[in-house]
């Protein structure tokens, strides 16, 4: 089963999103190894929302252990308490191609 993941990281968000422009390769090269289905960033009125669909709860839970993800998280002294995700079984998802 697919499995939705938002994060939303509270802080400045010009400092969030200048600091995950920084990380964006290593963290979508993470992304990739564990098998991540879509990824999207947005700078948000409390700091920055991470939305990442996974095709499970398994690749989800390897990437956060990710040794590179947890480097690029205190590279830039984020805390526990900044960061608050949210897990969710997704019950239906399709990617939509752009129309020519």
């Not at 956060?64 to 480097?71: F, G, Q, S, V």
Request: one cysteine or more.
């Amino acid at each position: 089963m697919a499995y939705l993941t938002i994060t939303r990281i509270h802080g400045d968000r010009d400092e969030l999103v200048t600091g995950y422009l920084e990380t964006a390769p290593t963290m979508s090269e993470v992304g990739r190894d564990h098998g991540l289905i879509l990824h999207a960033a947005a700078g948000a009125e409390e700091g920055l929302v991470v939305v990442n669909l996974w095709p499970s709860r398994d690749g989800s839970e390897a990437a956060a252990r990710d040794p590179r993800r947890l480097a690029a998280v205190a590279r830039h002294g984020l805390t526990a308490g900044q960061i608050r995700p949210q897990h969710y079984d997704v019950a239906d998802y399709e990617v939509f191609s752009p129309r020519c």
